[in-house]
């Protein structure tokens, strides 16, 4: 069964700060990887996904991703953090099986 | 475009009790998908309606079963409610031919005491 690993489960950093979430995932075969976040008190939303095609995504609000077969990766990356970035980032993938999410990321930002 | 809707918002239940949560889907979406998600936790995938029918499972037990409507609303009924059950649960809708984008749900948060 294919799963996600995400190595991070709290990021510090300062506004103006880059960012790099990292993402790995299991399984061998053709997968579609997204990217989600959830800021306090919303919910689940996406900010980016990778189906085919060019490896590097971007997404809302400066996010980008990008997918190296390879390496089972997909991180995540803003050059740039902003105080309203602090959120709980979620990468997942559906391979041979629907939605697997990995534990999730908090980035908290400070001033 | 109404997004999706979840009732109720929280909800406390005793051990061995059963539970009904409820999913309205976002305007055009047939597929809905539930997930539990524990504290601490990414979402886990419990299963998915498509056209009514139950169109994929996760590793839950059976006590976890659900619906859909015509209207493509869906409830995720839960039986024999344990205390491990205590989670937030997300419903997600999806687009015909886009079933890999997902919008979710708010969520019920359902404690088990």
């Known amino acids: 069964a294919q799963s996600v690993s995400q190595h991070n489960h709290h990021v510090i950093l300062s506004e103006a700060a880059s960012l790099e979430l990292g993402c790995n995932y299991s399984?061998?075969?053709?997968?579609?990887l997204f990217w989600y976040v959830q800021y306090p008190g919303q919910h689940l939303q996406l900010l980016l996904k990778y189906f085919s095609g060019d490896p590097l995504v971007k997404g809302i609000k400066g996010f980008e991703a990008e997918f190296i077969k390879s390496k089972f990766s997909f991180n995540l990356r803003k050059p740039s953090v902003q105080w309203s970035d602090t959120a709980e980032y979620f990468c997942?993938?559906?391979?041979?099986?629907?939605?697997?999410f990995g534990k999730g990321t908090r980035l908290s930002v400070i001033a | 475009e109404t997004g999706v809707t979840q009732s109720p918002t929280h909800l406390i239940k005793t051990r061995g009790q059963q539970v009904t949560l409820r999913c309205s889907s976002q305007s055009g979406h047939n597929t809905v998908s539930w997930y539990q998600q524990a504290l601490g936790q990414g979402p886990q995938f419990i299963f998915q309606?498509?056209?009514?029918?139950?169109?994929g499972r996760g590793n839950f037990p059976p006590r976890f079963s659900g619906l859909q409507f015509p209207n493509y609303s869906s409830e995720l009924n839960v039986n024999a409610l344990e205390l491990d059950d205590s989670a937030l649960y997300l419903c997600a809708s999806s687009n015909p031919g886009q079933a890999y984008e997902q919008y979710f749900g708010p969520g019920t948060r359902l404690t088990v005491t």
């Open positions: 997942a993938v559906i391979g041979n099986t629907p939605l697997v």
């Open positions: 309606y498509y056209r009514e029918e139950e169109n």
């Open positions: 399984y061998g075969g053709t997968v579609n």
